[in-house]
């Protein structure tokens, strides 16, 4: 009896959910006019989010303050590996993943077979096109090993999408564009902005007419000046925490020239530092959306634009991110990022752009500024700290060299040496964390053996230094600074690295009228949430190593 009516239920229940399906509403098919046109990614590189929250009331209406306005913006949101560099955090924006899976491990790192450093886009197979190419620069994605975004993009698309990324750092570029993008990257001895052989064998005639312009001399003699009133910087570092140097300049105005007094490599270097590297980045972008008709695709697909502003890493590395200098920039940015907005409406309408904008890293304040606060910050000189760490063991087991090459935080042991002097890989490694624990500035060190067993675990640091380790290209131990320390020389200027928040905490701002909810999120989010948010929103499959989630609560 129970059975039949349980049967009967199941029929009754099955005829009203077939009835309630022929009446609802069909769903809406997708298709074109549903997607974005254009999707703009943005990275500034070095910008910490305590920056954009310390200065946003001085901002323009049209940039920053825009996406602050009409798009959704997260305030907790976070490069959430352990390494916190260019080349590590751009990876991360269009993969989704963390260096583990996805390969990029530093800037620069030591080869596991050779010991010697390798660049982190070099590949000698590539030269730059009509520009000088040393073996070490970056002109391929050669080392990433998983696909990005604009790669799913295309495959779905069947290679109709256009991905163009341009930067001032041939990584900035490089690594936004993966594997089947096209990347433009700023040559520091003419000027100019070019690709690779690894994505074609010549310049399109866009480009091509648009160097011949000479955009880059148009700056020769220019000078850098206080955008806001005088009073609008007294809240900043006073400038007498950066002495200034002979032969060179740290205060505003801040003239660009050359000692030859001639337009050369010393002037298109110096752009670097300062807000014509980044104009100079964004006219050329402007030119590739023309060029290349991004958001006019015939195909009726969706393209891909992602720009790499890097000039304000050079500002923050160079005065710290509580300079006048840092602060005029990041105004001077945010215009220039408004003016651009105001180019993407008039050419293709910013209702139909979808547009991100993050950093790869943020920044500690100088150690000078840091100590100011109280604050127990210093630089640790990394050379000295691995000579004495040899040195040590050395002593202790009677093997010299046991230290075999570094590129901190990563130490690389010679297990060969100590295979050879029947000494366990284990005891070499402890010893030297014990060492290295017991040395000012050093707060935690991990070995190899730790995290091949999996005994990394725990605290969220833990976690940020784990995602960081690659078992392939990593070294034998890594090592930590005390919070506001870095490995660096010197006497003025700060760096970045570690996995501390002022190195974490990064802008995570999402913008398309058609998508996104505007608001104020405080929800915890991360960089890597960036890939699979596109993609849903894109209808393409995540990258194959995205970890991230969907942003969910910013959806429409």
Not at 344 to 363: E, Q, S, Y
Not at 364 to 372: G, H, I, L, V, Y
């Amino acid at each position: 009896m129970t059975k039949n009516l349980s049967l009967r239920a199941i029929t009754i229940a099955a005829s009203c959910l077939a009835l309630s399906l022929a009446h609802a509403a069909p769903a809406a098919p997708t298709t074109a006019s549903t997607l974005p046109k254009l999707v703009v990614v943005l990275v500034v590189d070095g910008l910490p989010n305590e920056q954009v929250q310390r200065y946003r009331d001085q901002f323009g209406q049209g940039g920053l303050r825009r996406m602050l306005d009409q798009g959704a913006s997260f305030s907790n949101a976070h490069q959430a590996h352990g390494v916190t560099v260019t080349a590590i955090g751009h990876s991360a924006v269009l993969t989704g993943a963390y260096p583990y899976v996805h390969g990029i491990i530093g800037n620069n790192w030591i080869d596991p077979v050779t010991k010697k450093s390798v660049y982190c886009t070099e590949d000698t197979n590539y030269t730059y096109i009509g520009e000088e190419t040393k073996p070490s620069d970056g002109t391929a994605p050669t080392k990433l090993k998983v696909d990005t975004l604009g790669d799913e993009l295309r495959y779905a698309t069947g290679s109709r999408s256009k991905v163009i990324t341009v930067s001032g750092k041939d990584r900035g570029a490089i690594l936004l564009a993966g594997k089947t993008g096209t990347a433009y990257m700023y040559m520091e001895k003419t000027g100019n902005f070019a690709s690779s052989t690894y994505y074609m064998k010549q310049h399109p005639e866009w480009a091509q007419k648009y160097l011949a312009t000479k955009p880059q001399d148009r700056y020769y003699g220019k000078t850098w000046a206080p955008l806001l009133p005088e009073a609008a910087y007294a809240g900043d570092a006073p400038e007498e925490l950066n002495t200034p140097k002979p032969g060179s300049h740290n205060r505003l105005p801040y003239t660009y020239y050359s000692e030859s007094g001639e337009i050369d490599a010393g002037y298109y270097a110096s752009l670097r530092v300062g807000p014509f590297l980044d104009q100079l980045t964004l006219d050329f972008a402007r030119a590739a959306v023309e060029g290349e008709n991004l958001g006019r695709n015939p195909a009726g697909v969706p393209d891909l634009l992602g720009v790499s502003l890097s000039a304000h890493d050079y500002v923050n590395h160079a005065f710290g991110p509580e300079s006048k200098l840092s602060h005029d920039h990041l105004q001077r940015l945010d215009r220039m990022v408004a003016d651009f907005f105001s180019y993407l409406d008039k050419r293709i309408g910013m209702d139909n752009v979808l547009v991100v904008l993050t950093a790869d890293h943020g920044f500690p304040n100088t150690p000078e500024f840091a100590q100011t606060q109280h604050l127990d910050a210093q630089r640790l000189d990394g050379d000295k700290l691995m000579a004495a760490l040899d040195k040590h063991l050395a002593e202790k087991f009677g093997v010299a060299k046991l230290v075999q090459a570094w590129s901190l935080p990563n130490i690389h042991l010679d297990y060969a040496l100590a295979d050879q002097n029947k000494l366990k890989h284990e005891d070499v490694e402890n010893a030297a964390a014990r060492y290295l624990l017991a040395q000012n500035g050093i707060v935690d060190a991990y070995t190899r053996t730790q995290f091949e067993s999996g005994a990394v675990q725990g605290t969220h640091i833990n976690t940020l230094m784990r995602r960081a380790w690659n078992r392939e290209s990593s070294g034998d131990l890594m090592v930590i600074t005390k919070p506001f320390w870095y490995f660096g020389t010197g006497t003025s200027g700060t760096s970045h690295g570690s996995p501390y928040a002022y190195d974490t905490n990064v802008p995570l701002m999402i913008m398309g009228k058609r998508w996104i909810k505007p608001g104020a999120y405080g929800q915890y989010a991360e960089v890597v949430d960036i890939a699979p948010t596109l993609a849903n929103l894109l209808h393409v499959r995540p990258p194959a190593g995205a970890e991230g989630r969907v942003l969910t609560e910013t959806l429409r």
